[in-house]
């Protein structure tokens, strides 16, 4: 408690007012501290400050769901403080590129592919962290092309971490205008096109708050796990052009799988490996919680302290969990025989009204006069109603319009051409 109020006080000055009477605090400052650590929407440290314990008791009953929402924002950073740092872990010993130099010019980093030769080899390979110093640049190469796949095999991670904190969570592929800070060489020279779709995850927090986890973010500079919806959306002028419910985008990954093994010149043992790890880490989650009796959720709700102690024990023993998946996929020689690795689809239990799914696991983009579901569906519902009217405004007023006035909804199409989120 002596450390909370040392920290407080330093955040203090004599321009602060009581939160029950509005006077002037005295120095040293007396706050909640219950909520000591808690978050603003924006992941900022906040206080809750009273001029005497009078106020304090006074404000209690009115101060109690603002105090409670605090907590809850706490947890959800830390939610997506821990996601990026299993990622991380998972990435770094289970590293799927195999780099033959690294270069950083003008801000982006450039590396070079080996040459891969296919089932003669393991598919993963050492992370160049001898050459990459630079923490910043080594999470920005361990993010490069795996946005769409970490909500796939972190999945049940995140849903641990944020039972109890989010209403919903989804998965959303965004057209962003950053611009990526890792540039990929291949082995004949050329430059793989820089790309400008990002994969998040979207949750509606049990603040009342929405909030964008990007794990994967460093690969565009943006190392935050967590943001605002609105403040990411704004700061990477986002526009949503798919979304899954959690670990939906599971179902195209298993179906891709499956269609390589019966093609001779394809190898998915990557993306079959990876489905071992995440197996692994699941279980190790599981083991974790038994033996220490306590939950991923309940971790997140502790003070500082035992958050931080118990954060680097987990990922000490997911990173065990993943040398012992990846000696098991490196006995493997006929992937056929592992496809029990593969995870079953997840997240079609459990909906936002107003979408349904295709056979790929994609959420169906439905206008309509009265939109329901999670505030970033409704986004990209706004967001594909308002580029309808602009582009077919004709139609759009003889025919749309009538529609949804009487009741009706549109389903709108997927974008016909995009590239693949990085």
């Known amino acids: 408690m002596a450390d909370s109020a040392a920290i407080s006080l330093a955040a203090m000055s004599l321009d602060d007012e009581c939160n029950a009477c509005a006077k002037p605090t005295p120095l040293p400052v007396l706050i ?20 005497s314990i009078r106020c304090r008791t006074a404000h209690q009953g009115q101060h109690a769901q603002h105090c409670k929402n605090q907590n809850i924002r706490r947890a959800i950073y830390r939610a997506g403080e821990l996601l990026q740092s299993a990622l991380y872990q998972m990435r770094l010993l289970a590293f799927d590129l195999k780099i033959d130099s690294v270069e950083k010019k003008d801000d982006v980093l450039y590396f070079k592919d080996g040459e891969y030769k296919g089932g003669k080899e393991f598919p993963f390979y050492a ?13 920005a190469l361990l993010s490069y092309s795996f946005c769409n796949d970490a909500p796939v095999f972190l999945n049940f991670l995140a849903e641990k971490a944020l039972k109890g904190l989010a209403r919903s969570i989804e998965q959303a592929e965004l057209q962003i ?37 990007d794990i994967t973010g460093a690969q565009y500079g943006q190392f935050k796990a967590v943001m605002p919806l ?3 959306v704004e700061q990477n002028n986002a526009r949503v052009r798919t979304m899954y419910y959690a670990g939906g985008s599971r179902v195209s990954v298993v179906k891709d799988i499956k ?13 079959i490996g990876l489905f071992k790890v995440a197996t692994a880490l699941n279980t190790t989650l599981e083991e974790w919680e038994a033996r220490w009796q306590t939950s991923i959720g309940q971790l997140l709700l502790t003070d500082k302290t035992v958050f931080a102690k118990g954060k680097e024990e987990l990922l000490y023993e997911l990173g065990n969990a993943v040398d012992s998946a990846l000696e098991e996929i490196f006995e493997v020689t006929d992937m056929k025989t592992a496809l029990g690795w593969l995870l079953e689809p997840a997240g079609q239990e459990v909906q936002d009204p107003g979408a349904a799914t295709d056979e790929e696991g994609r959420m169906t983009c439905i206008v309509s006069n009265k939109v329901e579901g999670s505030r970033l569906y409704k986004m ?32 709108l199409a997927l974008p016909s051409q995009w590239q693949g989120p990085a």
């Open 230 to 232: 609105g403040s990411y």
């Open 259 to 271: 269609m390589k093994l019966e093609d001779p010149s394809s190898d998915p043992r990557c993306q």
């Open 380 to 411: 990209w519902v706004a967001q594909g109603r308002a580029d309808l009217q602009v582009s077919r405004p004709e139609e759009w007023k003889t025919t749309h319009e009538p529609n949804l006035a009487a009741g009706g909804t549109i389903r």
């Open 127 to 139: 992370f160049p962290g001898d050459v990459v110093k630079d923490p910043g640049d080594a999470k």
């Open 32 to 51: 909640c501290f219950k909520c000591s650590e808690g978050k603003s929407p924006e992941g900022e440290s906040t206080y809750t400050k009273y001029c």
């Open 177 to 213: 205008s950053a611009q990526c800070k890792v540039r990929r060489i291949y082995p004949n020279g050329n430059v793989a096109p820089d790309i400008d779709m990002h994969s998040v995850m979207g949750i509606d927090g049990c603040d009342g708050e929405s909030y964008i986890i």
